[in-house]
């Protein structure tokens, strides 16, 4: 439908031979035959496009299509009363959590903007869901917003947490306990001290950082430079960077260093 109702728009501006010709080789403008068929003279390219608009009227005036949104709208409704309320989002409302909000329910690269201290609107170029709302825009106060996601059963995700910090210091035992996040268990991995530039020359893929095992912090991880054979047989090594600002050792990188 959004595919659809763009197509149509774009048709409107495009009206001369030369422009007709260039977007017939465009799939989401229409059939991927008519290229051929007005390139082997079958078509003019007015034709062509008149067989595109109709092709996309045709989606948008589609009882089916409409019958099978109301169907799949009517179930998923439904499914929802049947597992229960979603609980009603109580936090602040910004154009960012509403363009998340209409676009996970099928609006196409929507725009939201804030109108005033409790007016928020959402904007698209192809009209809005059904069961948001009718035309290409709305207008909702931050309770109307709220009042519509939860009918919608959308609850807005979780914030995640910071990550740890990334600490470059010194393991006097050589080595540093990460978590292995394959296995899930802890793993022991030699530290390797490296410059700046030397690190940054390694592959953007084989570089990243690895939790410590007391999930406090993350160390910079990178194949281990010092191995003796094949690159790739390399395992893992924390990274010490020489040239860039040194911090403490951890507690508990010191606690653990103490006990073995």
Known sequence: MNTAHKALAMWDKLTTDNLIRMALGRSDLCAYNLYSVVERGE???QEAREKAMAGARSTIESGNLSRWIMHTL????YEREMLGKVPRFEGEITPTLLQMFVREHGA?????AKLDDDLFSVECDAPLPAHIAQGSSVELSGDEWRDLMQSCGYLPPAKKDAKPPILNFK?????ISVVNPHRREAENLPQVEMTKAEYAKVYSEQRGT???TCGGF???IAPNPKHEGPRYMAGWAAILITDQKHHDTPESVKDMEAAA
């Open 171 to 175: 393991a006097a035992s050589g080595t």
């Open 218 to 220: 993350r160390v910079r």
């Open 43 to 45: 078509m003019t390219p």
């Open 108 to 112: 196409d690269t929507p725009k939201g």
């Open 74 to 77: 009517n179930r998923l409704s």
């Open 210 to 212: 690895r939790l410590s």
